[in-house]
């Protein structure tokens, strides 16, 4: 049976990829940031994943708003990144787990999430960063990969209690899958960031610190906010917080903190990283 090892999650900035691209790990802006990276290259290293499961936002890359999935699963053998308009070089494309997919497709239309299935799909940075993130010196990303997206373009967006039941969901959909795969979660977006408006600019750090905290023992806390409340609290886009929400639902029981790390700015957005892990680890 597949075995979720563990849940990596993580803000995702277009920047990123320019500084990666341009070799800037070193440089003072972004040494904090990808500071936070090197401990879990050493857990990767040794909880040893097959598969990636990528719960992400998309951007307007392939959904655009005359059509616009509350979720999206992606079915497909091959997944190409595609520039999103800012020159930033485009990664390799990524390798799918088809049977797979359809496995978790089915488990969570069973679970009553009507989803909307992609055999074909584009993802943008939200998906490919991270794992240039996690995986910096591999030409191409090692673990196939199954993408799911959550809208949060488009009102109206899932509330954090419904990304918690698709979470759930989702790692019992996992944890059925009748081949011996080991399975990591990395949820992608947030942390507090607003990138126009009034408030451009604006990053809740005790907000954020909160949520992070609150994720390893006690996920139902950001329940208690309305999508609204959380806008208000962490930004416009900080709502992308809803991607680490349903990936640290989908590891099974008690799970425990393995590394955290947290910065301010990055671009206009507070960048946070957080690794768990199932306290029943085999
Ligand atoms: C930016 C874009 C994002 O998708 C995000 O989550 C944070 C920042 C940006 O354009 O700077
Ligand atoms: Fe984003």
Not at 168 to 192: F, M, N
């Amino acid at each position: 049976m597949a075995k979720i090892v563990g849940a990596i999650t993580t803000s995702h900035v277009p920047a990123i990829g320019r500084a990666i691209a341009g070799n800037l790990q070193d440089d003072p802006y972004w040494k904090p940031f990808f500071e936070g990276f090197p401990p879990v290259h050493e857990w990767l290293e040794k909880v040893r994943p097959d598969v990636a499961v990528v719960v992400y936002n998309d951007h307007g890359l392939n959904f655009f708003l005359d059509k616009m999935p509350t979720f999206a699963v992606g079915a497909a053998p091959e997944y190409h990144n595609a520039d999103e308009g800012w020159g930033i070089p485009t990664l390799p494309p990524y390798r799918g787990a088809p049977a797979f997919s359809w496995h978790i497709i089915n488990e969570l239309v069973e679970r009553e999430f009507d989803l909307t299935t992609c055999q074909e799909m584009l993802v943008d940075h939200a998906f490919s960063l991270p794992l240039k993130l996690l995986w910096p010196n591999e030409a191409r990303c090692p673990v196939a990969t199954i993408p799911v997206c959550i809208n949060t373009v488009q009102y109206p967006l899932p509330s954090a209690t419904r990304c918690l039941k698709l979470g759930r969901a989702l790692g019992e959909a996992i944890a059925s899958w009748e081949e011996d795969l080991r399975v990591v979660i990395i949820g992608t977006g947030g942390l507090s960031h607003q990138l126009d408006g009034e408030r451009a600019g604006f990053i809740n750090k005790d907000f954020d610190l909160a949520f992070m905290e609150s994720l390893i023992d006690n996920p139902e806390w950001v329940t208690q906010y309305s999508n609204a409340e959380i806008v208000e609290k962490t930004g416009t886009q900080g709502i992308e917080l809803l991607m680490w929400v349903a990936s640290r639902a989908a590891l099974p029981g008690k799970v425990r903190k393995v590394h955290a790390n947290y910065h301010i700015p990055i671009s206009n957005t507070a960048t946070g990283l957080l690794v768990m892990e199932p306290v029943e680890q085999v």
